[in-house]
T-cell receptor, first 115, second 109 residues
Framework: DTEVTQTPKHLVMGMTNKKSLKCEQH?????MYWYKQKAKKPPELMFV???????INESVPSRFSPECPNSSLLNLHLHALQPEDSALYLC??????????????FGPGTRLTVL | DAKTTQPNSMESNEEEPVHLPCNHS???????IHWYRQLPSQGPEYVIH???SNVNNRMASLAIAEDRKSSTLILHRATLRDAAVYYC??????????FGKGTTLSVSS
């Protein structure tokens, strides 16, 4: 099973709402990632977890709060978002963060619209 | 992060070979060259990777220049399903994939 699942597929939220995106993998991977992708642009790295600890935060605003409750699960908590945060949010996982040869497996993404 | 340069777009006909170039003149000796592609409305998917030698797998071939300053992804027989954005990425230890603009490949029947 080389699948990364993301829920929900689509999410519409207001600027005052609190919501969460969920990502799951059962490949035994110990590195998990969040990316943000605007239309017609490449994915931009947001956060990286390695062995359930936050390893990389690419200066993401605090209205995005990641959480890695266990090695299979990654959440992204959203609060007080702005319309410009509307994008496709991609989750990925890899065996480790350290190896230069490890493949990153991506989920299909959550399409977020902020009204 | 070491940078890569790719053409914005390329066109191909179905069942013809496609050569997608990538320049990475500032590559370090330990960087691996990875290629990913993103089909419409999907997350990126792994295509191939290599260090120095040419590599083949069921999806594609990767030809790496002797000085490692450039590489070429080769799709041997393009199909309509190969229409995607192709990303050439240099991977260092302890880092995540950092995507550049990539090459949008169009395939015509």
């Amino acid at each position: 099973d080389t699948e990364v699942t993301q829920t929900p597929k689509h999410l519409v939220m207001g600027m005052t709402n609190k919501k969460s995106l969920k990502c799951e993998q059962h490949m035994g991977h110990r590195a998990m990632y969040w990316y943000k992708q605007k239309a017609k642009k490449p994915p931009e790295l947001m956060f990286v977890y390695s062995y359930e600890k936050l390893s990389i935060n690419e200066s993401v605003p605090s209205r995005f709060s990641p959480e890695c409750p266990n090695s299979s699960l990654l959440n992204l908590h959203l609060h007080a978002l702005q319309p410009e945060d509307s994008a496709l949010y991609l989750c990925a996982s890899s065996r480790t963060l350290a190896a230069r040869t490890d493949t990153q497996y991506f989920g299909p993404g959550t399409r977020l619209t902020v009204l | 992060d070491a940078k890569t340069t790719q053409p914005n777009s390329m066109e191909s006909n179905e069942e013809e070979p496609v050569h997608l170039p990538c320049n990475h003149s500032t590559i370090s000796g330990t960087d691996y060259i990875h290629w990913y592609r993103q089909l419409p409305s999907q997350g990126p998917e792994y295509v191939i990777h290599g260090l120095t030698s040419n590599v083949n797998n069921r999806m594609a071939s990767l030809a790496i220049a002797e000085d490692r300053k450039s590489s070429t992804l080769i799709l041997h027989r393009a199909t309509l399903r190969d229409a995607a954005v192709y990303y050439c990425i240099l991977k260092q230890a302890g880092t995540a994939l950092i995507f550049g603009k990539g090459t949008t490949l169009s395939v015509s029947s």
